[in-house]
T-cell receptor, first 111, second 112 residues
Framework: EDQVTQSPEALRLQEGESSSLNCSYT??????LFWYRQDPGKGPEFLFT???AGEEKEKERLKATLTKKESFLHITAPKPEDSATYLC????????????FGTGTSLTVIP | NAGVTQTPKFQVLKTGQSMTLQCAQD?????MSWYRQDPGMGLRLIHY???????DQGEVPNGYNVSRSTTEDFPLRLLSAAPSQTSVYFC???????????FGSGTRLTVV
């Protein structure tokens, strides 16, 4: 069964304390892995797409990496404005029309 | 630069009522989709469209209908609302299925 699991469910960091969020997946025919950020009461905001194992993408304090079984979102020296829920999604299937989201990691960065 | 616009933002329905959630995008995106977000379950795909006149079912299509008569609009119809359809609904669009989505701000629906 296709599945996307994110861990931890919640993470509290001090400002400047780097850490990583995990997204593990079991799907048939991975087409792409997506990271989104979601603020309370808003729609998700696209961050990155990764297509193949070994690929990395960076944006400000965020860096996403991909292996054959999981992806990591590394947050370097986070700031309070990085507080949000981070969602992982995979695109899979023969047609590439199947999308599966994880339940997210709620990140709180304390000043 | 409106992006993806959803209306209404909030709605309360009685069991058995029908309604249409509106979604419009101004980015000329071919790919549009509807998701529902429930606590502890993540976003789940309801229906999607790869272009005007073409729609297909996602993971949880029962109780919902869609149509796509123009590139811009992708309404979601609830045929006979049930309490299990209480959720937050998001419309999303992308230039193609392999690209990141632009999401709307959501519709919070409560069915009593």
């Amino acid at each position: 069964e296709d599945q996307v699991t994110q861990s931890p469910e919640a993470l509290r960091l001090q400002e400047g304390e780097s850490s990583s969020l995990n997204c593990s997946y079991t799907v048939s025919g991975l087409r792409g892995l997506f990271w989104y950020r979601q603020d309370p009461g808003k729609g998700p905001e696209f961050l990155f797409t990764l297509y193949s194992a070994g690929e990395e993408k960076e944006k400000e304090r965020l860096k996403a990496t991909l292996t054959k079984k999981e992806s990591f979102l590394h947050i370097t020296a986070p700031k309070p404005e990085d507080s949000a829920t981070y969602l992982c999604a995979v695109q899979a299937g023969y047609t590439g029309n199947q999308f599966y989201f994880g339940t997210g990691t709620s990140l709180t960065v304390i000043p | 630069n409106a992006g993806v616009t959803q209306t209404p933002k909030f709605q309360v329905l009685k069991t058995g009522q029908s309604m249409t959630l509106q979604c419009a995008q101004d980015m000329n995106h071919e790919y549009m989709s509807w998701y529902r977000q429930d606590p502890g379950m993540g976003l789940r795909l309801i229906h999607y469209s790869v272009g005007a006149g073409i729609t297909d079912q996602g993971e949880v299509p029962n109780g919902y209908n869609v149509s796509r008569s123009t590139t811009e609009d992708f309404p979601l119809r609830l045929l006979s609302a049930a309490p299990s359809q209480t959720s937050v609904y998001f419309c999303a669009s992308s230039r193609d299925r392999g690209y990141g989505y632009t999401f709307g701000s959501g519709t919070r629906l409560t069915v009593v």
